[in-house]
């Protein structure tokens, strides 16, 4: 069974950076064709995707906050990090991580996501 | 890289049929067959629906369908159940920055 789950803090405040890690089972990131991505949703808008890392270690970035975000993997751990700088209040959302596979070119398991609110 | 455009909402009666568009260009829908479809019921994650288009991932009820022409997808929901009623989200991927892009959101109601 293939899970994910996203860890990280619920409040930061504005100029600070936010660390994301999403666990997962079920799979290997080591494995040819897999990839796992961020996706955000502020309260009551649609979702935007953010980041993707894929089983090369090839990296991939919204043009929009690129300069703000940087994705990494472990996979011994089975974790990808996502990081953000420089917070805001406009970045309050839910963050989730979610598993792409080749066999469907789409964001096929997703996690929970956590809620994280930008706030002094 | 603007989001994909889906209306903001459809309803239908139990056991219509609805559709969902979702508008895109020739960078995204138009030249790939990587669109998918995400239903999202209210304070929950989305869940994949239909995948390069018109595929169904296992578990998914035969109800759902998809299609392209063009720059525009659609799902369609045929005999809508009161457990359908949630937001809609379509997805693409670009071949310019990002790499992919979601829909707009439309709001399926029962009514």
């Known amino acids: ?120 | 890289q603007s989001a994909l455009t889906q209306p903001p909402s459809v309803s239908g009666s139990p056991g219509q049929s609805v559709t969902i568009s979702c508008t895109g260009t020739s960078s995204d829908v138009g030249s790939y067959n990587r669109v998918s479809w995400y239903q999202q019921p209210p304070g929950t994650a989305p869940k994949l629906m239909i995948y390069e288009v018109s595929n169904r991932p296992s578990g998914v009820p035969d109800r759902f369908s998809g299609s392209k022409s063009g720059n525009t997808a659609s799902l369609t929901i045929s005999g809508l159940q009161a457990e359908d009623e949630a937001d809609y989200y379509c997805s693409s991927y670009t071949s310019s920055s990002p790499l992919y892009v979601f829909g707009t959101g439309t709001k399926v109601t029962v009514l």
């Open chain 1, 1 to 120: 069974q293939v899970t994910l789950r996203e860890s990280g803090p619920a409040l930061v405040k504005p100029t600070q950076t936010l660390t994301l890690t999403c666990t997962f089972s079920g799979f290997s990131l080591s494995t040819s064709g897999m990839c796992v991505s961020w996706i955000r949703q502020p309260p009551g808008k649609a979702l935007e995707w953010l980041a993707l890392i894929d089983w090369d270690d090839d990296k991939y970035y919204s043009t929009s906050l690129k300069t703000r975000l940087t994705i990494s993997k472990d996979t011994s751990k089975n974790q990808v990090v996502l990081t953000m700088t420089n917070m805001d209040p406009v970045d309050t959302a839910t963050y989730y991580c979610a598993r792409i596979s080749l066999s469907s070119n789409a964001f096929d398991i997703w996690g929970q996501g956590t809620m994280v609110t930008v706030s002094s």
